[in-house]
Antibody, heavy 119, light 106 residues
């Protein structure tokens, strides 16, 4: 079965840190770019970062560059997002997503994990 | 950054209606345009990629067209399961950006 499962969300105080994980199953994980995206409930989608399958090519959105770090462990079929210096505006549902092999699009998504930044 | 603007933001329709949603890019993105459907409390689901290519398993009543800066998603005959929200996304330049969404309700 092909799926992604996020974990690690929760309530954190402003300035705090959180590490999200995304476990992949049912496909060759290292064949795919992987991304993190987020969505404020009831609002639009925001792409945050992606990482290539094998050579660690990484891009970040300006809104998280310098605060968030994406990484992956292909031996564990896992993707990570280390989030530091969290702000109230980082409150959102965070999704990991797989990019298609032959075209830049998201053909597989996790169920999402809610991150709430509040004192 | 490339801005993506969807119209309308919401629309009301009936089962069996033909529905068209438009997505405009602030600069040319060739055909690097994807469409997603999102139901409440769920992750987005890919419908169309490369502007017009139907994702495997998506019903043929969904179609996409366009290139450059203007794109459309068409649902040929609206079904009860289709009353939800749709997003476009450009994958031409980072940062990938999304439209604000179009909610289709009864």
């Amino acid at each position: 079965q092909v799926y992604l499962v996020e974990s690690g969300g929760g309530l954190v105080k402003p300035g705090g840190s959180l590490r999200l994980s995304c476990a992949a199953s049912g496909f060759i994980f290292s064949d795919h770019y992987m991304s993190w995206l987020r969505q404020v409930p009831g609002k639009g989608l925001e792409w945050l970062s992606f990482i290539s399958g094998r050579d660690n090519t990484i891009y970040y959105a300006d809104s998280v560059r310098g605060r968030f770090t994406i990484s992956r462990d292909n031996s564990k079929n896992s993707l990570y997002l280390q989030m530091d210096s969290l702000r109230a505006e980082d409150t959102a549902v965070y999704y990991c997503a797989r990019e298609g092999s032959a075209w830049p699009h998201y053909d597989l998504w996790g169920q999402g994990t809610l991150v709430t930044v509040s004192s | 950054d490339i801005q993506m603007t969807q119209s309308p933001s919401s629309l009301s329709a009936s089962v069996g209606d033909r529905v068209t949603i438009t997505c405009r890019a602030s600069q040319s993105i060739s055909n690097f345009l994807n469409w997603y459907q999102q139901k409440p409390g769920k992750a987005p689901n890919l419908l169309i990629y490369g502007a017009s290519r139907l994702q495997t398993g998506v019903p043929s009543r969904f179609s996409g067209s366009g290139s450059g800066t203007e794109f459309t998603l068409t649902i040929s005959s609206l079904q009860p399961d289709d009353f939800t929200t749709y997003f476009c996304q450009q994958s031409y330049n980072t940062p990938w950006t999304f439209g604000q969404g179009t909610k289709v309700d009864i």
